[in-house]
């Protein structure tokens, strides 16, 4: 149910429905995207990014916000800990129980080598948790992975690094089969042919799904694998620091019990960072799609030690964040509504783009018409417009909403909106790292020995924007990819003596930067009261 004053902009939506349909939007040049982001989409605003002046990305920008975290104190004095007696010894220690973490320890635990899951909350909670429309993969006859490519890559304006994206795409088939044989409920046909969809900047119908809770389904299958196999799982416990070895290479983390916070060592030979990402900082004060926990903490501790960022100045902003009511400001309205035949429509009823464009450009799109006077709606919360989602019913026929994308049926029901009924109001939200830690093919950094990264905390896969059903997919391929090779490594790895030197090394170039901040990092859970460092 809506209020009255968004009546007359409905009626308007709901009389020119038949024709919107009808409707085919034409693409944009490639010109008058470029135009249409450098005016509109966020990561473009010049004042809203600051050059950071210590640490391996010394002289690059990122937002302001990150800029704050990477350029903060430690949580801890190296004098605090005692490295001489680890709370826990492993080959393999793998910080964060998402879908990329799960992913490594099941991989490392399948190489031989003893792997230990640790999390600042529990295994699964997470941005995997999140995911909805589904994951790319170019399996079917009419598809290939150079095809997955050439999709990707100009998605990201062909800025991703090619051999992580021609990982990512070769990969992919595997992925699933990987996944299915796990136990994913993929949607399917009678016949057991996975049912596959469009996303924004996709060529292909290459979009598995399990419904529109893809990645819950995905979480819930590796979680279950990762307690089936005994791999032990530390939670409530954030890494708050890395321990590099006398030789300068990853040997372990300072733990920290988020209740106590008890301080605790873990020694291993190889670390994996995969911490997700970065919703929570809520860059420009955008809400965000993501999990409570997404908080940047990984490009925290790899920026620390050394190890450098790519594109970190990059973030995706989803173009379809639910606009109203406020109880659910932000969170994702996925793509795959779109997918099934919904287009955004403004208040006075006009379709203003075509619905799959990539999807900065679509978040770009959104923000214009917005400000554009008369075209976007006051929610309460923000500006928005509407998804006009009663098409999926028109265009699928009835039962398709609910067989397709129960989650968001559900999620607006609560409000007493029936989605099958009336459009929804939409306004782009945080939703994805793009940048990240730097890693070559093998999932290690280009820097730090020893120290691999799996998952959003990565930067390079997708380049500087990434198409839809690439995260799910980089989680897998990158985080199964990033167990088998430290483990791997870990079978020759002598760790030298543990030190904590870095800490005073970083401290002194926050000094002799001249920087004045009380901030401490990583951040670990977003404040949302008016207490500091929480
Ligand atoms: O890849 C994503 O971010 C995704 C699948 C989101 C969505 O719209 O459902």
Redesign the pocket.
Known sequence: MYAEKFQSSLAAVEAAREKNIALEPVRMTAQQKEDLLAEFHPDYKQGEFRELSIGPNKGDKVPTELAEILQAHSRIKASDVDLTKPDYETDVLIIGGGGAGASAAIEADEAGASAMIVTKLRIGDANTMM????IQAADKPNDSPATHFVDAFGGGHYAAKRELLSKLVCDAPDAILWLNKLGVEFDKEADGTMVTTHGGGTSRKRMHAAK?Y?GAEIMRTLRDEVLNRQIPVVDFTAAIELILDENGNAAGAVLMNMETKELLVAKAKTVVIATGGAGRMHYQGFPTSNHYGATADGLVLGYRVGAKLLYAETLQY?PTGAAYPEQIYGA?V???VRSLGAKLVNAKGEVFMHPLETRDVSAASIIRECNARGNGLDTGNGLGLWLDTPMIEAIGGPGTIEKRIPAMMRMFGKYGIDIRKEPILVYPTL??QNGGLDINVNGETTNVKNLFVAGEAVGGIHGRN?L?????LDIIVFGRNAGINAAKTAKDVKVGKLTLDHIEKFEKEIEAAGIKTDTVSPKLLPNYTKQKNI
């Open positions: 995911a909805e429309g589904g529109d893809s989803h994702l996925t793509e795959k939703h994805y990434r839809m059903g690439n995260s799910l």
